[in-house]
């Protein structure tokens, strides 16, 4: 029965989607990181942090004003020219977000984009498994058809 | 499991109406001027600009979320690029007159009657993209550029020649919507074959004869109708039908596969690959690369987008199919390449999802001051910038491509069924998952 079926892909994968990953906390702990950003990247460009640190991000803007926004976490700060703006928050959300320029800086301001990595690429994973399980479904419905 | 819309109230006589469709172009058009005049005029910021917001933020939106997936070519329905070119051609602005046109109305070359120009048209664009995305007067010119063609075009050659084999949007829209779940066929093909004036391809006083040079009755795919709805209104039999059908059924139709459109699938996914590194990828020496046209920087970034458009994943599937030691392998090739249509669709809707959300609120201040002037005509121009969909965004990537996966997987299976050819369905589906893999490290990794 094709609704039977359907069922029992939709149930794997939302176990793929709410099955608990293993995640190792650093509570207490905290970090500075500081990001030069110039036109069009932020440098570093991929920031790795624990889950449950208390993150500290210091941008540093070289040429012209830019800013940091942090997409998952929807949080901001800016820098003008040669000045160093800090932000800090406590990395309580797990996955791969990524940082983005807040103030308008030139031609290729709405792609100056960094990434923020807390824990493991939680959402990376999960994908790599959805994706798993649709491929096997699609398998199985050549099956089921044959 | 198909449903006729034209049986709603209303849908027919909606369509068939030449004021609703005109009047729509029309706004379009004007919308169309005004991005031409405020890349020109206006401000050089790309996200202060109308040409760039409207354009590359709001129309790619709505076509590749929402009209591709969900109604196909109905974007083309509507498309004002090809409609000065049209007036001209058919001395005539809204329906047949009876008088000529100005058109020449030669037959397109035979040799040119593929999407291999729109091909490379497409990879043209992809090439110069960063520029093309991010400032309002190289836009306004690539815009301006494609009108001019259109017109050009439709003066020499007859129908609609620059939307079916020259426009670098058309190519990948006609791949798409092939995906799409809704179609315009005829009712009953023995009733086209009965009719010996075939008004729906030559014209009559109620309207063109097909602007795609496509008979409706030997269509099978949705790639060669722009659902202008000519057919309809000349059709006197009433056989034609607007229908809605499950999802990608023209991948699965062994009539019409073609090799020119095997590799738009391969440029397409291979471009959702590289536009996902380059915009939204956190290597800045990258973005440099494709902007920087001409430096010996961005010549790396072209070869990286020509290698893996049109060498690096065609060679890659090339030996996925072969795995399954095919008789006829450049037919199971061509064949094969269909299924990846979902897979490249999806993975431009996960790409764009990422793109517009963070992007789609520049609409507000470009609606009340278009080119960057100052103006607030209808007081949204200081409105912030705020990403949209924040936290949802990863689980609707992540669920775009395994949809993309699961449907390419199951279509390969079809088709690897209907070539006898199962062999070549582990591999292929190997193939899939990597290309899905590819893009889902590059969104989430």
Not at chain 2, 298 to 307: I, P
Request: charged share 15%.
């Amino acid at each position: 029965m094709e609704w039977r079926r359907w069922g029992f892909w939709l149930a794997v994968s939302l176990v793929v989607l709410l099955f608990p990953l293993p995640q190792a906390r650093a509570e207490g702990a905290s970090r500075t990181l500081r990001i030069e950003a110039r036109q069009f990247a932020f440098e570093p460009g991929e920031l790795k942090v624990r889950p449950g640190e208390k993150v500290t991000l210091e941008l540093v803007a070289v040429d012209v004003a830019h800013g940091l926004y942090v997409e998952g976490y929807d949080l901001e700060v800016r820098a003008e020219p040669g000045q160093t703006a800090r932000l800090t928050f406590v990395a309580d959300r797990p996955g791969t977000f990524r940082l983005r320029c807040s103030v308008t800086c030139g031609d290729l301001h709405p792609f100056m984009v960094g990434k923020l990595q807390v824990g493991s690429r939680l959402w990376f994973w999960r994908a790599l498994g959805l994706m798993a399980v649709a491929g096997w479904a699609g398998l199985s419905q050549r099956k089921a058809g044959a | 499991m198909r449903y006729d819309v034209l049986q709603l109230p209303g849908v027919k006589r909606l369509l068939t109406h030449r004021w609703p469709q005109f009047t729509l172009r029309l706004v379009l058009l004007a919308a169309f001027v005004l991005a031409i005049l405020a890349g020109w005029l206006g401000t050089p910021v790309g996200n202060r600009n109308f040409a760039v917001v409207a354009v590359w933020i709001a129309w790619w939106a709505l076509l590749i979320l929402v009209a591709v997936p969900w109604l196909g070519r109905a974007w083309c329905s509507v498309c004002p690029i090809p409609l000065p070119g049209e007036w001209l051609q058919n001395g005539a602005v809204l329906g047949p007159t009876g008088r000529a046109g100005l058109g020449r109305n030669r037959r397109w070359p035979r040799r040119l009657r593929n999407i291999w120009l729109q091909n490379a048209a497409f990879t043209a664009l992809a090439l110069t993209s960063a520029v093309i995305l991010t400032s309002p007067v190289v836009t306004a010119t690539v815009l301006a550029a494609l009108i001019l063609l259109a017109v050009g075009t439709a003066l020499v050659y007859e129908r609609r020649a620059f939307c079916r084999y020259l426009c670098p949007v058309g190519g990948f829209i006609g791949l798409y919507a092939q995906a799409a779940p809704l179609e315009l066929r005829v009712r009953d093909t023995a009733v086209c074959a009965a009719h010996t004036e075939k008004a729906c391809y030559v014209g009559n006083q109620e309207g063109y004869g097909c602007p795609w040079g496509t008979f409706p009755a030997g269509m099978v795919r949705n790639n060669v109708c722009g659902l202008c709805f000519e057919c309809l209104r000349t059709c006197a039999y009433d056989n034609i039908v607007l229908r809605i059908r499950p999802w990608g059924e023209d991948l699965t139709q062994p009539r019409g596969r073609k090799l020119d459109e095997a590799f738009k699938a391969f440029i397409m996914l291979g471009g959702a690959l590289v536009y996902a590194a380059v915009f939204l990828g956190p290597w800045g020496a990258l973005k440099d690369a494709a902007y920087r046209l001409g430096s010996s920087a961005w010549w790396g970034y072209a070869g990286l987008l020509l290698g893996v458009t049109w060498i690096g994943l065609p060679g890659l599937f090339a030996l996925a199919v072969r795995a399954g030691r095919p008789r006829h392998w450049r037919r199971a090739f061509t064949a094969l390449a269909y299924a990846l249509v979902p897979l490249g669709l999806m993975a431009w809707v996960a790409f764009s999802l990422a793109f517009v959300a963070a992007n789609l609120s520049y609409i507000w201040p470009v609606l009340s001051d278009p080119l960057g002037w100052g103006w607030n005509v209808f007081g949204t121009a200081q409105v912030p910038w705020t990403p949209y969909l924040g936290r949802w965004l990863p689980l609707l990537q992540a669920l775009a491509l395994a949809v993309g996966v699961g449907w390419s997987v199951r279509v390969a299976g079809r088709i690897a069924q209907e070539l006898q050819l199962t062999r070549a369905l582990y591999p292929v589906t190997a193939f899939v998952l990597l290309a899905g893999g590819g893009m889902a490290w590059l969104l989430l990794g």
